[in-house]
């Protein structure tokens, strides 16, 4: 099937409310321009190199989001031009986004990673350390970021109960801020979750945005 093909298909089995970033890592400009040819303006990138290169050579109108682990030296290469950071995982990385977005006159939309899977691989703020960290307030002295929501990867594993129980948690923890901290402020409404093998289930439990990439690209070259 032509990428063209498995998009026009995702897009069918996605409801209006949630969006489709396509995760085009790896894979070359022209992939993005065939997805982009049918509609397709999203798209998630994981490495920042790869990411300026790609928004050097193609349309100005597409919205890069930033899916990966960053690390804060390479903050300021993305942050003329992101639309999304999916996996702040720390404080000292909000600060250091918060510090390059006001050197390019800008406020950068962020979600906190949480860490919900049981593999110890994965980056992320416990339930707890966000809860104290948003608790504590200090997110509003960062005044060029936007905190618009939560991110979390599930255990790679072929238990959907599992995974279900985990997308449940990150939305519950979701509610739980909202509830608490964000109450008056829209903009809090977002829950990053859902991959090709589970973006299913991720969307019965509540996620906005769904990031997929094999699904629509094939499998990627390492
Ligand atoms: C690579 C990647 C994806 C896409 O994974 P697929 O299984 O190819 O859909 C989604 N989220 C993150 C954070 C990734 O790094």
């Given at each position: 099937?032509?990428?063209?093909?498995?998009?026009?298909?995702i897009?069918?089995?996605?409801p209006?409310?949630v969006?489709?970033?396509?995760?085009?890592?790896?894979?070359?400009?022209?992939?993005?321009?065939?997805?982009?040819?049918v509609?397709?303006?999203?798209?998630?990138?994981?490495?920042?190199?790869?990411?300026c290169?790609?928004?050097?050579?193609?349309?100005?109108d597409?919205?890069?989001?930033?899916?990966?682990?960053l690390?804060?030296?390479?903050?300021?290469?993305i942050?003329?031009f992101v639309?999304?950071?999916?996996?702040?995982?720390?404080?000292?990385?909000?600060?250091?986004?918060?510090?390059?977005?006001?050197?390019?006159?800008?406020?950068?939309?962020?979600?906190?990673?949480?860490?919900?899977?049981?593999?110890?691989?994965?980056?992320?703020?416990?339930?707890?350390e966000?809860l104290?960290?948003?608790?504590?307030?200090?997110?509003?002295?960062?005044?060029?970021?936007?905190?618009t929501?939560?991110?979390?990867?599930?255990?790679?594993?072929?238990?959907?109960?599992?995974?279900?129980?985990?997308?449940?948690?990150?939305?519950?923890?979701?509610?739980?801020?909202?509830?608490?901290?964000?109450?008056?402020?829209?903009y809090?409404?977002?829950?990053?979750?859902?991959?090709?093998?589970?973006?299913?289930?991720?969307?019965?439990?509540?996620?906005?945005?769904?990031?997929?990439?094999?699904?629509?690209?094939?499998?990627?070259n390492?």
């Amino acid at each position: 099937m032509s990428v063209k093909e498995n998009l026009l298909h995702i897009q069918q089995d996605i409801p209006a409310h949630v969006r489709l970033v396509a995760v085009s890592k790896f894979h070359p400009a022209e992939a993005i321009t065939e997805a982009y040819a049918v509609g397709q303006r999203v798209f998630g990138e994981s490495k920042v190199q790869e990411l300026c290169s790609k928004y050097d050579s193609l349309p100005k109108d597409i919205e890069w989001h930033f899916i990966g682990h960053l690390q804060t030296n390479k903050v300021k290469y993305i942050a003329p031009f992101v639309s999304l950071i999916h996996a702040v995982d720390s404080e000292r990385l909000l600060a250091e986004i918060n510090k390059a977005a006001q050197k390019a006159n800008r406020t950068i939309p962020c979600l906190l990673q949480i860490h919900i899977a049981s593999e110890d691989s994965k980056f992320g703020f416990s339930a707890d350390e966000c809860l104290g960290f948003i608790s504590s307030g200090r997110w509003q002295t960062y005044s060029h970021v936007q905190i618009t929501g939560l991110m979390g990867m599930a255990t790679y594993t072929s238990n959907t109960d599992k995974i279900r129980s985990e997308f449940r948690q990150l939305k519950s923890l979701f509610n739980e801020l909202k509830m608490k901290y964000f109450g008056e402020n829209d903009y809090f409404c977002e829950l990053s979750m859902g991959m090709s093998d589970d973006y299913r289930i991720a969307i019965e439990e509540g996620s906005t945005l769904v990031r997929i990439g094999s699904t629509i690209f094939g499998n990627r070259n390492y």
